[in-house]
């Protein structure tokens, strides 16, 4: 990791060192501001989704450190001492900052099985309509017939497209969080 004050941050935010800046940002996993202006903070992560094209997550406890939730990909706040800004500002709450492995390794894998499968889900569903009525089109000679009523299609789109959802997102756990927390490195095999 590497750890950053306001001081060395104003100098570092020049253009003649961001370059520099960068390169060695690149080579570490976490960047921490300590002692930084809100602006800076949030210049911080610009800088870094804009140039280096990474997915930024800034975490965040206090009012100073809305500009820089509000600007990372994903924001996180945690609920505390020094108000609820940031909290009211992020993406996830979590009351202590023990709780983001938890939210990042179990929900954030679990989160994305959850989303690939219901994409490929809607995929197949609309597919198989689809086809569905093309080869219909075949057996009554390209007529333009309609092969159902509206309210069947409607209907067909509230059951397929509401309730398999929902069951697979409240029952849909591929792996015990217990073993996520244990194994880090099944986050990142599941991207």
């Known amino acids: 990791g590497l750890v950053v004050d306001g001081r060395t941050l104003e100098h570092v935010l020049h253009d003649s060192l961001q370059n520099i ?95 690939t499968n219901m994409v490929l889900y809607y995929f197949y569903k609309n597919v198989t309509y689809v086809n569905l009525l093309f080869w219909y089109q075949f057996f009554c000679g390209f007529s333009g017939t309609s092969m159902t009523d509206y309210w069947i299609l409607i209907l067909f789109n509230l059951l397929f497209t509401s309730v398999p959802p929902i069951i697979y997102g409240v029952l849909d756990k591929d792996v015990s969080a217990e073993i996520l927390m244990e194994l880090p490195q099944l986050y990142t095999m599941s991207q």
């Open 21 to 115: 800046f960068l390169e060695l940002t690149e080579k570490c996993r976490a960047v921490v501001c300590c002692q930084a202006t809100p602006l800076q903070k949030s210049v911080l992560v610009k800088l870094v989704r804009s140039k280096l094209k990474a997915m930024t997550l800034a975490v965040g406890d206090g009012a100073n450190d809305v500009s820089m939730i509000q600007v990372a990909d994903i924001g996180v706040g945690i609920s505390g001492q020094e108000g609820m800004q940031a909290v009211m500002a992020s993406d996830f709450a979590i009351s202590q900052f023990k709780h983001l492995r938890k939210l990042l390794l179990v929900h954030g894998h679990w989160c994305h099985t959850r989303l």
